[in-house]
């Protein structure tokens, strides 16, 4: 394994779908994992997540579906939880499937209640696959607006062919929002992302005229390893990606 895949912080996000009525055992995660994440051993940022039903941005949950956000100082102490902890081993024992990544961040802005959040590595040499979380809170009289913008982001993304996934988060529906994207190519998420037509460039740029952010956080990282499926398909299967999860 390249030495430089285990040196500098890496984040791993976990997404489990649940069956039946086994989707409360992933909202009630929301309210009692919190306090045993924090007491975690290296454990530098964490977030226990919902979903939206959408490609992004979403106004509707997908109660079926509950996510983890973990980052971690190096490869080494992030495997150890995704192997051996016992948070992971009971998502997989209540989940029906898993799709996790193990990504290196390599650039970010903003915050994340208050916290950075992630800290940018240096770039590995070489085509990796590119993942971007894009983050809002969004005050409370901007909700209304911002939805109203933002449906025709979630459903433009269809049209671009160098996305390989795409899934909303977040803390909070309508009012703390992420979008979760991965992409074939720097290339491919810069042209929906700053494309001349371009609804996501102009969704933000309206919001952000009118102040209507109470937080934002834009982070980049190079896919490093991954495991798992997505509604029964591997979102990384049309390309030559690493997997050393």
Do not use: C
């Amino acid at each position: 394994m390249n030495k430089e895949y285990l040196d500098g912080q890496v984040a791993l996000l976990s997404l489990f779908q649940f069956k039946g009525l086994k989707w409360f055992w992933g909202m009630r995660q929301m309210a009692i994992l919190p306090p045993k994440l924090k007491k975690t051993d290296s454990l530098e940022f964490y977030k226990v997540l919902g979903t939206g039903a959408g490609l992004g941005y979403s106004s509707r949950p997908n109660l079926s579906q509950w996510g983890l956000l973990t980052v971690w100082p190096s490869v080494s102490h992030a495997r150890w939880f995704f192997e051996q902890s016992d948070i992971m081993a009971q998502y997989r024992e209540q989940s029906s499937e898993e799709f996790s990544v193990l990504m290196r961040p390599i650039r970010s802005r903003g915050s994340w209640s208050g916290s950075p959040a992630f800290s940018p590595q240096p770039v590995i040499e070489g085509e990796y696959p590119i993942a971007v979380l894009t983050r809002a809170r969004i005050k409370p009289r901007f909700i209304i607006p911002f939805w109203k913008r933002v449906g025709g982001v979630s459903r433009s993304q269809q049209d671009y062919s160098g996305q390989l996934f795409s899934q909303g988060v977040g803390e909070r529906p309508w009012i703390h929002q992420a979008t979760f994207s991965i992409w074939e190519s720097v290339e491919a998420m810069e042209q929906f992302a700053y494309g001349k037509n371009s609804k996501h460039l102009e969704a933000v740029k309206i919001t952000r005229q009118h102040k209507g952010f109470i937080e934002e956080l834009y982070a980049r990282f190079q896919v490093i390893g991954y495991k798992g499926s997505a509604k029964g398909q591997n979102p990384l299967s049309k390309i030559k990606s690493p997997s050393i999860l």
